[in-house]
């Protein structure tokens, strides 16, 4: 298996952060185009509350090796994750589920224990294949407090794995503390980390330095086997021709072929 195997694309819809975050510019780049584009082979596809037509997502995701599916509203109705069910019969690389942004849907009354609990059962036996479930969790979600670090123990034990991002360019340096805090936390999960390609904490850009130096420590995870992957965030501002996009491509043509 190579090192970009082991990467990931977080997908959007086309043009979803036109305008938004700071970004003043237009993206017309699809999150299959942005696989292409990053050198990835593997896609969460997260719509952000956009309806799309998931049969052309998934259709459009052909010849990748994994493609997994946002499910939050899962959290409180275990039948959603019966449509990826479905899906997964005529798609064989549907292999996964996520719940985005974990923390605000359990603080926002948008998840429920027993809910979880039912989706990971029907996730893990169903007449198709055993899906995966990840979660989402914010490298300032968790390490201030481990009173409540511990209470949030009981919501991680349903999830097959973790993905832990850092939302703030600023906070970069915290990224080795917050790790150790983090594999403590998750002991005998699987883990992932998210990188941002845009400083959305910040509503400016990424810089290449410290998505490069982000890089360069996720892949010594991976090689010591303490991660499985690295999730890139997004396709939706890839073709705006910012620097950092460029850092990104020259990172994985230097190292996505390297043996693991």
Known sequence: MKIKDRFWLWGHPEGRYNMEYGNNKISRMTPREGCAYLGVNNVFMVPVGVDVNRRSYNKSFRGLRQVGWEIDAAGLDPTVVERVIEEAKEFPNITTCVFDDFQNLRKDGKTDIDSIWQTRERMHNNPVRPLDLWMVLYTHEFGADPEKDAEFRKYIDPFDGI???????KNVPQIPEKWEQFKALTDGKRR????Y???FGGQKEATRDAVKWQLDFYR????KGEAEGV???TNTMADLDYDVYDAAVEWMEKHGEEDI
């Open 231 to 233: 999730v890139l965030h």
């Open 220 to 223: 010594e995870q991976i090689l």
């Open 192 to 195: 992932m980390f998210g990188c």
């Open 163 to 169: 993905i832990m991002w850092n939302w703030w360019e």
């Open 197 to 199: 390609l845009w400083d």
